[in-house]
């Protein structure tokens, strides 16, 4: 199982930017799908999180900017971010709860990360 990242880039403050997450390979089923994100010298914090089901999480330092989405059939979780500020640059890692073809449990799985650079 894989998860691919991708959308980052740098961006003005007050742009947008749309991120993607591909889950890939041999799965049973998706529960939650999310993104995180870690600022140079800040740990690692989550932004949103969709359940299976469409239930949505947001950070609040995120609520009313960024939007977050999947297609089921697809394995794609997506992130939709709008009114960027400075203070949004980091590596934003998507997140996947899921289980396994070959597996009984969920268990969660990463992806590579993708560097999301807000300019002033």
């Known amino acids: 199982v894989q998860l691919q990242a991708s959308g980052g880039g740098l961006v003005q403050a007050g742009g947008s930017l749309r991120l993607s997450c591909v889950a890939s390979?041999?799965?049973?089923?998706?529960?939650?799908m999310g993104w995180y994100r870690q600022a140079p010298g800040k740990q690692r914090e989550s932004v949103a999180e969709?359940?299976?089901?469409?239930?949505?999480v947001y950070s609040d330092s995120v609520k009313g900017r960024f939007t977050i989405s999947r297609d089921n059939a697809k394995n794609t979780v997506y992130l939709q971010m709008n009114s960027l500020k400075p203070e949004d640059t980091a590596v934003y890692y998507c997140k996947s709860v899921l289980i396994p073809s070959s597996g009984w449990h969920p268990q969660d799985y990463w992806g590579q990360g993708t560097l999301v650079t807000v300019s002033s």
């Open positions: 390979g041999s799965i049973y089923a998706i529960n939650a």
């Open positions: 969709i359940s299976s089901g469409g239930r949505i």
